[in-house]
Structure formats: structure tokens, C-alpha cells
T-cell receptor, first 114, second 108 residues
Framework: EAGVVQSPRYKIIEKKQPVAFWCNPI?????LYWYRQNLGQGPELLIR????????DSQLPKDRFSAERLKGVDSTLKIQPAELGDSAVYLC????????????FGNGTRLTVT | RKEVEQDPGPFNVPEGATVAFNCTYS??????FFWYRQDCRKEPKLLMS???SGNEDGRFTAQLNRASQYISLLIRDSKLSDSATYLC?????????FGAGTRLTVKP
């Protein structure tokens, strides 16, 4: 079974520039998550999709962050414009969404904003 | 109060030691629970699910106490390779929330 695929692995940008991250979940996984993880902290949920519907985006900073999962499969997360405080690891995860299944994570995208 | 709280750590133990981590959660309607392991600069990986009756996987034992709203992870006979950060995860209706993690270092 192919795992969750994320790209890019690393991204360095200057503040005020836009950046986008891409995620392809495990085939058949209806639920997709974007988390942000700062150094020394646990992952914090940004947005959760059930198929193509964003069912929880309460912690997504909507002034600069946007996300989409148009066909209910892969997803993109965008930041525009980026700020210094956005430097973090952005993790995508997926699960079947049934029966209390655990999450499967991608390798993450390490973002550095200078 | 955070939804999921863990022992702050770090835990520094010698090889062969037994170490236990605790995690408390605030939402009594939480349905399922997990322990994840995260190595430095890597993504979290599932260590084990936590079942109501408690469960064991080799040297690892997980327990759940719904009345007190906490879960625990016990590692027996610690190995150098157990050095990592251990993350507690609490789920309610696919809303997966993580603790801040507890860092474990096992020393020779």
C-alpha cells in the first residue's frame, strides 16, 4: 500500500511570498488532515476534510491560509502571504474515517520563512 | 486547558529501565485513543491503539481509564532504539487531537 505522499519536502521562502503544499492520501482514505507542527510541540490541526468537504477549519488562519480538496482525493494547502511565524513542519495525514481508525502521515513539508 | 495534556518530560533513563508516560484528555466523549512515536525530523508513526481493557504489544503496554480520562504507556526493558518523542492522540468523530509529546532518551 502506497503511503501518504507530500511535496515538497523542504521549502524556503522570503516573508510575504506565497507557498503551496500538496498531499496525496492513501487510496480509499476519505478523511484528510492538515496539521502544523512547531519544534517541541505536537501537531496542531489546521483543517480536516471528509471527502471534498472541509468539516473542521476552525483553526485555519483564514486571512492567509487556504486549502482545497476538489475531487476528494489529493489536497493543497496555501499560504499567502507567508509570515516569519509560519515556519514549521506541515503534515498531511489520512485515514479511512471509519471505526476509529488511526492516522497515517506523510513525510511532511518543512517550511522556513526568512 | 488543553484538550490533551502529557507529561512534559524529558525522560532520561538507562537501558533496561521501565518508563511510564501519562496523558489526560478533557473531552469525556472521546472515542478512541492512540500512542504515536516520532523520531527527530520524521513524521509521527502509529505505535499502538489503546483499548478499553488495556493492551500489550511486546514491551509496550497501553491502558485507558475513562473515569479519570487518562491513558498511559508503559515501556519495559528500554532499548536505545526507544529514544523518541511519544505523542498521545485522542479521537472523537475523526477529530484527532495530539498532546505536545514526551521526549524519551534511553542511555547506555
Amino acid at each position: 500500500e502506497a503511503g501518504v505522499v507530500q511535496s515538497p519536502r523542504y521549502k524556503i521562502i522570503e516573508k510575504k511570498q506565497p507557498v503551496a503544499f500538496w498531499c496525496n492520501p492513501i487510496s480509499g482514505h476519505n478523511t484528510l488532515y492538515w496539521y502544523r507542527q512547531n519544534l517541541g510541540q505536537g501537531p496542531e490541526l489546521l483543517i480536516r476534510y471528509e471527502n471534498e468537504e472541509a468539516v473542521d477549519d476552525s483553526q485555519l488562519p483564514k486571512d492567509r491560509f487556504s486549502a482545497e480538496r476538489l475531487k476528494g482525493v489529493d489536497s493543497t494547502l496555501k499560504i499567502q502571504p507567508a509570515e516569519l511565524g509560519d515556519s514549521a513542519v506541515y503534515l498531511c495525514a489520512s485515514s479511512p474515517g471509519q471505526g476509529n481508525s488511526p492516522l497515517h502521515f506523510g513525510n511532511g513539508t518543512r517550511l522556513t520563512v526568512t | 486547558r488543553k484538550e490533551v495534556e502529557q507529561d512534559p518530560g524529558p525522560f532520561n533513563v538507562p537501558e533496561g529501565a521501565t518508563v511510564a508516560f501519562n496523558c489526560t484528555y478533557s473531552n469525556s466523549a472521546s472515542q478512541s485513543f492512540f500512542w504515536y512515536r516520532q523520531d527527530c525530523r520524521k513524521e509521527p508513526k502509529l505505535l499502538m491503539s489503546v483499548y478499553s481493557s488495556g493492551n500489550e504489544d511486546g514491551r509496550f503496554t497501553a491502558q485507558l481509564n475513562r473515569a479519570s480520562q487518562y491513558i498511559s504507556l508503559l515501556i519495559r526493558d528500554s532499548k536505545l532504539s526507544d529514544s523518541a518523542t511519544y505523542l498521545c492522540v485522542v479521537n472523537r468523530n475523526n477529530d484527532m487531537r495530539f498532546g505536545a509529546g514526551t521526549r524519551l532518551t534511553v542511555k547506555p
